[in-house]
């Protein structure tokens, strides 16, 4: 089939590349030009493993191709997939539709044949109904298109193996046409097994905000029962080990420390919360409004231990920063927890040394002040403390007896509950957890 991606960003480019390796002829359609010429020349404008491969083996063989020209998207194909960013307000808690809107605006005076647009985008729930109106009040004398909501689930660091081989498909549309297109475009995944929800487009939006609400108040449960161990002298790996255990509850996303971030968890639920107000069921969902807080609140507590471990003040104390990305495996620094904490350490006043091993250029774009390094070792070199912020696999096959003999003195806070204490320990380091017992 014919079909274009337009907003090639985290979500579209890993769908377009993914649409054109199932053996779909795509047309990719972003704003940014310097994304459209690396895209266009087979290379990820970010990092994503994998990604590189797909785009240059469809690139190369003719069925991946990119543009910043709507006109030539609306020539192209009569189905397209709207995978634009919805970030949060400046204003308020809400999403801001209006590169979602832009899109419908610009593309509808310019179709000249029935078609479908599909969007991919977390939105508020009730944004295909607004959007087809928008819609329909463009289009030209004789077109008739439709919108479709086929949220997506992909996690950055797995973007790739989640797109085309997803837990479900879930594929809300008003009519069997474009049902039947999806599951057509969707059929080689299909034939392998996965799921396909299909429904009503306000159902479909709301599964994706849904799973986000549940897999944050999943994170922010395990982080107030850090608190609650750090007051009591439990543990709380001990204590997400024995939940876990229980099938109705299990052990994946009950990590407890600095909590989640990124550009989506974060704004999707602030977002759920605004339009929850607006349909006059706030009360019903405001416990996400905690759910924000307690997780707010991890970065507070990071830091606070990590002044207390440098005996009450950061000025003139150094400080290894490792991590700085929102989690593992991505270069994406939006609302990114680590960097929050390195910001606040910067402004009082020490001297902070930032490793990652895939995000040093956009964290020094996003947060100015820090010296950004791009040996590990280097980083943590005289340090009074280093702070383990991002679960990055290459941080637990440190040595640390090795770096004991870098740093100035052997002290981790490690935010993330991800390395061994016993074998930092065993090294000579003092280690300090979230939730964890300080041993006797
Ligand atoms: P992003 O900022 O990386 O990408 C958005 C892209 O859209 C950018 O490249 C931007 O230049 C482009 N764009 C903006 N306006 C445009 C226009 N009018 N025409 C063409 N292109 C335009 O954002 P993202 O992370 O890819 O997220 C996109 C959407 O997908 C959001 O709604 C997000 O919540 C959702 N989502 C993201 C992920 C993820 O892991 N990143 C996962 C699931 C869902």
Redesign the pocket.
Known sequence: MRLTV???????AVHAACMADLGHDVLG????TR?IEALAAGRAPFYEPGLAELLTRNTRSGRLRFTTSLQEAADFADLHFV????PQRPDSLAADLS?VE??VD?LAPLLTRDSLVVG???VPVGTTRSLSRRLAARLRPGVTAEIAWNP?????GY?VQDTLRPDRLVVGATSAHADGLLRTVYEPMLRSGVAYVGTDPATAELVKVAANSFLATKISFINAMAEVCDASGADVVTLADALGHDVRIGRRFLSAGLGFGG??LPK?IRAFLARAEELEVGEAVSFLRQIDRINERQRRRTVDLARHLLGGTFAGRRVAVLGATFKPDSDDVRDSPALAVAAQIVAADADVRVHDPEGLDNARAALPGPAYCPDVVEACRDADLVLHLTEWRQYRALDPAHLSEVVRAPRLLDARNALDPAAWRAAGWQVRALGRPAPV
């Open positions: 337009i907003g090639t960003g985290y979500l579209g359609v972003d704003t940014d994304k995978c634009v960013g919805t590169h832009a899109v610009g991919k985008s977390t997506e689930f992909l996690r950055e973007a550009g989506c999707d």
